[in-house]
């Protein structure tokens, strides 16, 4: 399958961003949603035979809402102009790593990781890194995750991380607030008629990855 109408719904939507276009156009979204919803379905089993540690088994366990809060923000847009989904034990509100997926015309990406750990969950992760650092960086310094992924998404410290020597020779690799990677594509891309084949190589090339932050993760919650 592909995702033409999910695209095209979202490229109306950047131009028409308010209630009264939507409430139009009501059945122009149900049916891009359902698509997005159809072509998760089928990634979630692809998942789940690739990491065993991911639980859900339906859609809407992934799926974010489109609906925009708007509360304390300056921007009073109502929709988000992307759909996005994060495959991951737990479903989208987990704390464990997983793959996530974000259609937006113009900045979509395939990424995954751990983005915006909580504060225990990120030091377990740094602590899992500073105790196991050759095998962190034999993961993220290798072919198949260099192919499509580069450093860490988001900002760094700018100083060592509380509790973690300063003379540690990769402290680097503790600085960031994110342990997440995303993997910019074009809008053509959701159009290929391989396209459960290409998203299922890169979320392979990430593998290595969630699974070395999820036993870190896993020592947090046992902890």
């Not at 089993?45 to 799926?63: A, F, I, W």
């Not at 504060?119 to 650092?133: D, E, H, P, T, W």
Request: hydrophobic content about 40%.
């Amino acid at each position: 399958m592909d995702l033409h109408g999910t695209v095209d719904f979202l490229e109306k939507l950047k131009e028409n961003n308010n209630r009264e276009w939507f409430q139009a156009n009501k059945r122009l979204y149900d049916d891009a949603r359902g698509e997005f919803e159809q072509f998760i379905a089928m990634l979630i089993p692809v998942v789940r035979g690739m990491d065993s540690g991911v639980d859900v088994v339906s859609p809407k366990e992934c799926l974010f809402r489109i609906f925009r809060d708007v509360r304390f923000s300056k921007d009073k847009s109502p929709y988000k102009t992307n759909f996005g989904a994060f495959i991951a034990k737990g479903g989208r509100k987990s704390p464990y790593a997983g793959y996530y997926l974000h259609i937006e015309p113009g900045a979509s990406f395939i990424g995954g990781g751990a983005y915006m750990p909580e504060s225990q969950y990120l030091k377990a992760i740094r602590n899992g890194i500073f105790k196991n650092v050759d095998e962190y960086k034999a993961i993220i310094e290798g072919a198949e995750f260099r192919k499509f992924f580069g450093g860490m998404f988001g900002e760094k410290l700018k100083n060592a991380p509380k509790g973690f020597p300063k003379d540690f020779a990769d402290i680097d690799l503790l600085k960031n607030k994110h342990y997440a990677v995303t993997h910019r594509v074009e809008n053509g891309f959701w159009f290929s008629g391989s396209l459960v084949e290409d998203v299922k190589e890169m979320f392979s090339a990430l593998y290595g990855l969630n699974r070395f932050l999820n036993n870190a993760i896993s020592n947090a919650d046992k902890g």
